[in-house]
């Protein structure tokens, strides 16, 4: 299960409009019963990813969206 939400990820990291395409992934998670702090860990395991493989922009991508998991912005981009 980890390994098909990890690559979830790294497809949506490979479009053009990253960020949306995560956001659709967490609320889909949300919907599906997914708890906040289980999406963060998610997210978090995969920016360890690309932390290793120096892959910076699709970190910031990553951490952007992680931002909205935990709240930390407008509450209107607010996830959970």
């Given at each position: 299960?980890?390994?098909?939400?990890?690559?979830?990820?790294?497809?949506?990291?490979?479009?053009?409009?990253?960020?949306?395409?995560?956001?659709?992934?967490?609320?889909?998670?949300?919907?599906?019963?997914?708890?906040?702090?289980?999406?963060?860990?998610?997210?978090?395991?995969?920016?360890?990813?690309?932390?290793?493989?120096?892959?910076?922009?699709?970190?910031?991508?990553?951490?952007?969206?992680?931002?909205?998991?935990?709240?930390?912005?407008?509450a209107q981009r607010?996830?959970?």
């Open positions: 299960m980890r390994q098909e939400r990890q690559n979830l990820l790294r497809e949506a990291l490979e479009g053009s409009e990253a960020e949306t395409a995560l956001v659709q992934i967490v609320l889909a998670w949300k919907a599906a019963g997914m708890k906040q702090q289980e999406a963060l860990d998610e997210f978090e395991q995969y920016r360890k990813v690309l932390r290793a493989q120096a892959e910076e922009q699709k970190e910031d991508v990553l951490m952007d969206v992680m931002d909205c998991i935990i709240g930390w912005c407008p607010r996830l959970f």
